[in-house]
């Protein structure tokens, strides 16, 4: 199994070089230890080796075929060509893949969370087909902010800021993240999605936050600035109730949040 999880990484790290492997990787989402009892899906999602060797594979095919885990854009570091087929081999080996869902919703916490974050990776790239094809995934994505691992809410907050406007039915939710999950790294990771949805957020979506900055408890006013940082430039929409909050607020803390926020709004 470390021989399997350990070429799945090293391919990772490859990067868009490596996408004739991905048929490989998307197969090795079938590796199942067929010693176990087979559940009523015909796959139980057991914590042993292979599944360690499946969550690998997942995050493989989201390295190859996305922007990969710095960012870099893949026209840097493949060929123009490779640049555009890449992720849309990845993104139609993914949808068309039947295990993928299977992975995405019924497997450990480790393959959850990789394979929304796969879906962030290749979405990211904001090649047409690519999103469609990622979109088509929006429901189970969705359906993890709800997932009791936070990891897994974690990607697929961060894998939902990627969605461009097919986001839009899932904001709502997106905003009672940022505000209510119990988690620190969901809380930020749904901000910044918000962040990076910018013009998809429909005007007025983050009202409750403004609501939470005049919450009699100042931890709930806290985690509403916080996420604020979070947003960019839709925090302009609330820089009157930052100031009131810099200005006034009978918290330290909160004013001091509320400031970094305005002063990286660049507001004088």
């Known amino acids: 199994f470390n021989v399997r999880v350990a070429a799945a990484e090293a391919l990772g790290r490859i990067g868009p070089l490596a996408w004739t492997t991905m048929t490989a990787l998307a197969n090795a989402l079938d590796s199942v230890n067929r010693d176990v009892t087979v559940g009523s899906f015909g796959w139980t999602p057991e914590a042993n080796g292979w599944s360690h060797v499946r969550a690998a594979a997942a995050k493989a095919i989201g390295l190859i075929g996305g922007r990969g885990a710095d960012g870099t ?4 570091t493949a060929s123009r060509e490779a640049a555009f087929f ?5 993104a139609r080996l993914i949808y068309s893949h039947e295990n993928f869902e299977r992975e995405l919703v019924f497997g450990d916490a480790a393959i959850r969370a990789e394979s929304a974050r796969a879906l962030g990776l290749l979405a990211a790239t904001g090649i047409d087909y ?3 094809q990622c979109a088509r995934w929006l429901n189970q994505l969705g359906a993890a902010f709800e997932d009791v691992d936070p990891t897994v809410r974690h990607h697929a907050a961060e894998a939902m800021g990627e969605m461009q406007h097919f986001a839009v039915p899932f904001v709502e939710r997106l905003v009672a ?11 930020q990771a749904a901000a910044a999605a918000l962040g990076r949805l910018g013009a998809h957020v429909p005007e007025g979506s983050l009202q409750p936050w403004a609501d939470l900055a005049g919450h009699g408890d100042y931890r709930r ?3 509403a600035v916080q996420a604020m940082a979070e947003v960019g430039e839709l925090a302009t929409a609330y820089l009157a109730q930052l100031q009131t909050l810099a200005a006034s607020d009978e918290d330290a803390g909160v004013r001091a949040a509320s400031q970094v926020v305005i002063d990286a709004l660049g507001v004088v």
């Open 73 to 76: 854009d893949l026209s840097v």
């Open 86 to 90: 890449t992720p849309n081999l990845a």
């Open 130 to 132: 690519v999103l469609t």
């Open 177 to 187: 993240m940022a505000m209510d999950d119990r988690a620190r790294a969901p809380r």
């Open 221 to 223: 006013r806290l985690l």
